[in-house]
């Protein structure tokens, strides 16, 4: 069974690298709004595809060339499409060829405003004016075709993203006083969270980077998700790796300080490695990929695994002559109790609809189970150990350390120890702040943080996370919709709320729309100026070609590939997009456009940021459910109050440790709050074991729990040094809390 | 159906260029603006188009103010004001801006301006990488020829530009790839070191927002 699951493993990470990386493979499954989740999706998919270099230099010629040999470089790496194609003179041709058919029915926003105002004389006049007055004027075969310049000015009109970037000799180049910047803009076309992706893109623009030597040497600039999600990645890895180490070497320490042997070692470090493996297998069985923050968690709480072997391994130290048999049927119910609790606590974490948690779950319940079986099955077989020299006095030091909950002597020092708690519960309560601003839980790396404001000083260029997300039953709605709220959109524009936004409907009218314009221009300036314009041109008006008036299908605009913008605004048939940049205020976004049907504003960050709020709050209630489950079971065994008694190391160390994490000025995060429900079963296992154990082992259980609660120090509480805010909240949360739990685990004991 | 490229936009605006580089002095002797410096005259613009029996006839005014813009002002056949800066082009009609072309957003726009920088100082050969120069010089008159090396070229539909002058240029011709022509003569050309009007400043000012 171990064997096979090695086996699947080896073949899953010989297939394909079934690592992610992204956020958003964490995310909940189940959210309120399916379009919302999926637009997000939509949007993260072909947003985090899109990256951009920026190459500067004070002479032009050396900005270009290094561009180009970028460019090159990249291109060559077969991950990244032709650089700057939607830039392209082509791309330019493509438009032309898409709108013109279809000009009839289309009008730039403000000479639709003139001719809906009755001013089709000043559209006429301006068409005579560009006509006759320094270039601008088109040449005759538009005139034939659009005698009053509508076209060029609906073109000219279409919102791009405004850049202070120029198109020149196919690159798009801004001049300033620190010389020429080239901008690259690229579009991946693999997946921008493939760990193998990100690390081939990055290594080519920094082994091209470090060729550059000399004074005389190009700036570079990088912006984009895949550049951000590599640093994120390498900073987990480097640091999980290295608190790895910290952990699974002081846990080794640990073992070899009270066990003092090597196959004890091996027994135990099997045990991990069964769960780890069991664990992980499992997960890919069912998920088919894993998250590197589940497999760095998982791990942690496959740590946890190791207390059964701990447990066992400790009744080695009884004395008496038991057969190994004899001393794991002794503490069989205890094990057997803390598998059964640990499983009903993580499967806890399953109906949470985070992806994610529910990883953590099956990996956890299976690498406990795996453990426990290995630990029932395989470590008395293999055990022909006696008592060790050392077990008499290390069971006498065990002993001495528990006389702390029992010896009058120490009875003050017990109450203080209480009071001292109770403290910090009372002083800490009040400070209990929650916050689950993502952005303050997982800070972004620094370095690129500073480049993409460069890029965005060179360039104006920015990366848009808020949009407005239009909803209707079919495209031609969803177009009328946004045709509605446009006169809003330009109203925040000109107040500053917004800098620019994108809808699709500026790029293509709804048919009632291009059907509308067709009218207006028939009836307020064909019919009334065109003879007269004609005339002052000496132009026949059999010479005029009217324009067809087949209208543009939003489809067919799709399906041209002309505007690349339009292909990423519109994510499926009725389901748009209008991003927005710049937004200063949110809020009177929302206020805004409360109220409208079919319009709703996102805002990823903020929106995971509640969501990671409401979960708080959801994982709060988890915990409080299995508090009443655990305890009903508790009862079922022990009676109603050697279940107080049992629950009273874990509920001291739920008090304690949000409190404590709130006086040294930590928020309440909903990775606290996880933590908190992983706390309960980490510090029930204590209890129950004790609770379980008869009174002649009670020294040998309490060396377990104790061994076992440092292991679990060790594992996770060193997560307390990560510099990610999130992950040092969770990690001293289970450090403090497995702290007190450990400590008053002997309370537990009948 | 024939398709119409929204490039002959890029070829109007690059119309412009070819206006603002014979609007220059555009002879290596002759002046070179500095600074501040201002160019009047007037000008005649007759504009060939190909099916027209007639061409499209304008004239009026215009100011060049070096390290500024220029300023081309139609009094026929009716009021039309264009301003061209570093930022782009806007045009007036009676007083009401109908045209405002941003470099930003016709990136050709600002390719102009820093060719017609060079223009400005007399430096016909930034036009070499795109044109085959061609002089003739006799005695105080000159002319020169632009050939595209790329007539194909849809961002730089200009086959031709003929120019002829004395001191200051006196005509220039533009052809373009399907043979429209503009042929613009320029009389009472000064040099001035007068202020602007405020009127000019004004128009300069908002052309360069």
Known sequence: MVLAAGGFLVFSFHRANPLRTDLTALLPLELQDPARQKANELISRSLARRFVVLVSHKDEA?????????????????????????????????LGTLYFPHRDGLLSPADREA???????????????????????????????????????????????????ALEDGMLVRRDENGTHILLPAKLLADPFDLKVQEALVSTVNRYEASLKGSDRPALHRLGAVFFAEAGARKAIDESSGLAGLSLAGTILLMLLVFRGLRPLMNNLLVIGVGVVTGLSACLLVFEQVHVAVLLFGIGLVGIAADYGFYYTATAFSVGGKTPGQRLTGILPGLTMALLIAVLGYGALALAPFPGL?????????????????????????DTRKAPAHALKTLGTVLWLSRFWNARRWRALRLGFCAGLALIVAAGLWRVEFDDDLRKLQPLDASLSAEQAAIAAVTGLNLTTQYLLIEAESDERALQTE???????????????????????????????????????????????????????????????????????????LDSRANSFLNELVLAPGLHVVTLQGVTDPERIRRDIAGMAGVKFADP??????????????ALALLALSLVVIFALAAWRYGLRGAARTLAPSL???????????????????????????LLSFTMDYSVFCAEAKRETRPIT????????????????????????????????????????????????? | MKSLKPNGLF?????????????????????????????????????????????????????????????????????????????????????????????????????????????????????????????????????????????????????????RGQKLLDEVEVVKPNDDRDVLSFFNQRLEGAPLTAEEDAFLTRAQR
């Open chain 1, 62 to 94: 050396q900005a270009r060339t290094r561009a180009a040999e970028l460019a090159a470089a990249l291109e060559g790496t077969g991950l990244v499409g032709p650089i700057g194609e939607d830039f392209s003179p082509d791309q330019l041709k493509k």
């Open chain 1, 115 to 165: 001719l809906l105002a009755d001013q089709g004389q000043e559209l006429a006049e301006r068409a005579l004016a560009q006509i006759a007055g320094p270039g601008v004027g088109a040449d005759a075969r538009l005139l034939k075709t659009d005698p009053f310049l509508l076209f060029p000015s609906f073109l000219l009109n279409l919102p791009f993203p405004a850049t202070r970037l």
């Open chain 1, 358 to 382: 529910r990883q953590i779950a099956v990996f956890s319940a299976v690498g406990l189970t795996g453990a426990y079986l290995t630990t029932v099955l395989w470590l008395p077989l293999t």
């Open chain 1, 483 to 557: 045709e509605r709220i446009a006169p809003m959109l330009g109203a925040w524009q000109q107040s500053g709320l917004i800098r620019a936004a994108q809808s699709p409907a500026a790029y293509v009218p709804s048919l009632a729309r291009q059907e509308e314009n067709g009218k207006l221009r028939r009836e307020k300036l064909a019919e009334p100026f065109l003879a007269e314009l004609l005339e002052a041109l000496g132009l026949q008006a059999g010479a005029i070609s009217a324009a067809p008036e087949g209208r543009l299908e939003l489809a067919a605009a």
């Open chain 1, 605 to 618: 960050t903020a929106d995971l940021s509640s969501l990671l709020g409401l979960y708080r709050l959801r």
């Open chain 1, 652 to 678: 001291a160390a739920l008090a304690v440790a949000p409190c404590a994490l709130a006086l040294l000025g930590y928020p309440l995060t909903f990775f606290t709050a996880m933590a908190m429900v992983l």
């Open chain 1, 702 to 750: 309490l060396l377990a729990v104790w061994m076992a609660a440092l292991a679990t120090i060790l594992s996770f509480g060193v997560l307390g040094l990560s510099s990610t805010p999130a992950v040092a909240g969770f990690g001293l949360t289970v450090l403090i809390g497995v702290a007190v739990a450990g400590l008053l685990a002997p309370i537990a004991a009948r």
């Open chain 2, 11 to 163: 070829a109007a605006a690059l119309l412009c260029f070819a206006l603002l580089v014979s609007a220059a002095p555009a002879s290596a002797q002759t002046v070179t603006l500095a600074d501040g410096q201002i160019l009047r005259g007037q000008f005649e613009q007759k504009r060939y188009l190909s099916g027209l029996a007639n061409p499209v006839r304008s004239s009026g005014t215009f100011t060049l103010v070096a390290g500024r813009g220029l300023i081309w002002t139609t009094t026929k056949p009716f009021p039309t004001t264009t301003v061209m800066t570093e930022a782009g082009l806007v045009q007036d009609v009676k007083g009401k801006e109908t045209v405002r072309l941003a470099a930003s957003r016709l990136p050709i726009m600002s390719k102009l301006y820093t060719m017609f920088g060079a223009a400005l100082t007399g430096n016909w050969e930034v036009m070499q990488s795109a044109f085959a120069l061609t002089r003739q010089q006799k005695g105080q008159a000159w002319s020169i020829r632009l050939d595209s090396l790329r007539p194909d070229d849809p961002n730089l539909p200009i086959k031709a530009i003929n120019a």
